[in-house]
């Protein structure tokens, strides 16, 4: 791998070379490798092929995931998610005791792996919420329901520099990897502001349909908001929010 420099950049293939941009600039490769044919039949590339097949249902899976609690990440999410994602859920494929090498799937592994991932590095839930929660998830109800202490939003929470305002998010989905189908729900609090002010004990529980078999990931958002005569903005776009799966349910 190279990085191309000069004025003019360039994509695409010329040659041997393949030439593409990628968050770390423009870059350069040479053409090489096993001819695709080869993979794909070759009995010497089964574990090859095997490991593809588990790589592509951990894309499918975390794009499922992506899609369920597309609405909080839109402000709550960072450039290196998707890779993140798939990462941890291969580890979850990994742990399923059920199918043979090359199908094991998301829903027969351990999902329990998913509890405490968050969805932006830039903004960890658990070191800007530091306590004063307790979430829990009925199953039988579908109710997520998170039981928040009265608290002192600047004393609770660790906002960044500029802001003037906080929201907190409750959200709870549950996923059908099978049918790529999901239903998902989410309540926000009030904004409130982020100061000395005591804050009374909230409860937010947002609501799926109750029973079913399908694994269901709970999770809690801080978002950041400053203040510019009397509108709110969110804070450098978002860029800090936090987003933490706090709980899963797999039966």
């Known amino acids: 791998m190279a990085k191309q420099k000069g004025i003019v950049k360039l994509k695409g293939t010329i040659g041997d070379y393949t030439f593409y941009k990628t968050k770390d600039g423009y870059l350069a490769r040479e053409k090489g490798g096993i001819e695709k044919s080869r993979i794909l039949n070759d ?3 089964k574990r090859t092929r095997e ?9 499918k899976g975390g794009q499922l995931i992506r899609k369920a609690e ?3 990440l839109r402000q709550a999410s960072d450039y290196r998610l998707t890779s993140r994602l798939v990462k941890l859920l291969m580890r979850v494929i990994k742990s399923d005791p059920l199918n043979e090498r090359g199908k094991r799937t998301v829903q027969d592994g351990d ?7 968050d969805f932006n590095e830039k903004g960890k839930l658990n070191t800007v919420f530091f306590s004063g929660y307790t979430p829990s998830f009925n199953r ?11 608290f002192v939003p600047n004393e609770t929470i660790d906002a960044p520099r500029g802001t003037t305002h906080i929201q ?6 549950s996923l059908d990897f099978v049918n790529r189908n999901f239903e998902e729900n989410h309540l926000t609090s009030p904004i409130i502001p982020w100061d ?8 937010l529980s947002p609501t799926i349909a109750g029973g079913g078999t399908l694994p269901v990931i709970q999770v809690i958002g801080v978002s950041f908001y400053q203040e510019v005569n009397g509108e709110m903005y969110s804070l450098r776009n978002g860029s800090f929010n936090a987003l933490g799966v706090v709980g899963v349910d797999q039966v």
């Open 196 to 203: 000395q002010t005591p804050q009374a004990a909230l409860n």
């Open 140 to 150: 039988a109800t579908g109710v997520f329901d998170v039981a928040i202490d009265a």
């Open 43 to 45: 009995p010497a590339f």
């Open 111 to 117: 999902m329990n792996l998913l509890k405490d991932f």
């Open 51 to 59: 490991n593809g097949a588990e790589f592509g249902t951990a894309g």
């Open 168 to 173: 907190l998010v409750a959200g709870v989905c």
């Open 70 to 72: 597309r609405i909080l």
